[in-house]
């Protein structure tokens, strides 16, 4: 073999052993999480934001796990494409779980406008901290449901909030949640609360129900019980 083709075949193989290093040194960066893998798809099922104006009720329905946030105008944000099915009927938007939705993510967030009623079926709903406005004052019914205001270190804010839990439901309020006044009426249900401030605490509760608060709430506290 010529000596100028044994350089060429020389340089060849250089080039490709350098073009391999890269890709094995690639790869390696990929498995280990440095790298993920592009798809176009999650983009636009991160993208899917649908709007409601002129809604006043909100009805959900078999949603394992979904975040809440308030806003002027109902709006429905999910990530995962075909997690949830939602219809307009008049004022009322309702929001139905698919079947085989995964409990263990949040893949949904709803924008509950102010002032507005939600209705909870079966489903899991976690509020977010918003920006504050005086006069919120959302009515939610829960049935088998569980609403939960988690420890955040930006507060929830509302000025007066009605909840009817029945059916084994749970509402549960973490630190910094801060009501004005709270009306609560609890059936076969319970209610819990760490640091969370109520101006005002007004409860109605049957002989099924558990309630957990700590001693400062407690004794400000309106407590009633109704006959099974």
């Given at each position: 073999?010529?000596?100028?083709?044994?350089?060429?075949?020389?340089?060849?193989?250089?080039?490709?052993?350098?073009?391999?290093?890269?890709?094995?040194?690639?790869?390696?960066?990929?498995?280990?999480?440095?790298?993920?893998?592009?798809?176009?798809?999650?983009?636009?099922?991160?993208?899917?934001?649908?709007?409601?104006?002129?809604?006043?009720?909100?009805?959900?329905?078999?949603?394992?796990?979904?975040?809440?946030?308030?806003?002027?105008v109902a709006q429905v944000e999910k990530e995962a494409k075909g997690d949830l099915a939602?219809?307009?009927?008049?004022?009322?938007?309702?929001?139905?779980?698919?079947?085989?939705?995964?409990?263990?993510?949040?893949?949904?967030?709803?924008?509950?406008?102010?002032?507005?009623?939600?209705?909870?079926?079966?489903?899991?709903?976690?509020?977010?901290?918003?920006?504050?406005?005086?006069?919120?004052?959302?009515?939610?019914?829960?049935?088998?449901?569980?609403?939960?205001?988690?420890?955040?270190?930006?507060?929830?804010?509302?000025?007066?909030?009605?909840?009817?839990?029945?059916?084994?439901?749970?509402?549960?309020?973490?630190?910094?949640?801060?009501?004005?006044?709270?009306?609560?009426?609890?059936?076969?249900?319970?209610?819990?609360?760490?640091?969370?401030?109520?101006?005002?605490?007004?409860?109605?509760?049957?002989?099924?129900?558990?309630?957990?608060?700590?001693?400062?709430?407690?004794?400000?506290?309106?407590?009633?019980?109704?006959?099974?």
């Amino acid at each position: 073999m010529k000596k100028s083709n044994k350089i060429l075949l020389g340089g060849f193989l250089t080039l490709l052993l350098i073009f391999a290093a890269i890709h094995i040194a690639l790869y390696a960066k990929y498995k280990a999480g440095d790298y993920t893998a592009y798809n176009a798809e999650d983009d636009l099922a991160r993208l899917s934001m649908q709007q409601f104006p002129n809604i006043i009720f909100v009805s959900v329905h078999n949603v394992p796990g979904a975040t809440i946030k308030f806003s002027e105008v109902a709006q429905v944000e999910k990530e995962a494409k075909g997690d949830l099915a939602y219809a307009r009927k008049g004022d009322t938007l309702q929001i139905t779980g698919t079947a085989g939705q995964n409990g263990s993510r949040r893949n949904a967030t709803i924008y509950l406008p102010y002032n507005s009623t939600l209705s909870l079926h079966n489903s899991i709903l976690y509020f977010t901290e918003n920006k504050k406005a005086p006069q919120n004052s959302p009515v939610i019914y829960l049935q088998k449901s569980q609403v939960i205001f988690p420890d955040r270190q930006n507060p929830v804010t509302l000025s007066h909030l009605k909840l009817f839990a029945s059916d084994s439901s749970l509402v549960f309020f973490g630190d910094n949640t801060e009501v004005a006044q709270l009306d609560l009426r609890l059936s076969n249900s319970s209610f819990e609360a760490a640091k969370s401030n109520f101006g005002q605490l007004s409860i109605v509760t049957d002989s099924l129900s558990q309630i957990a608060l700590p001693t400062k709430q407690l004794l400000k506290a309106t407590i009633s019980t109704t006959a099974e």
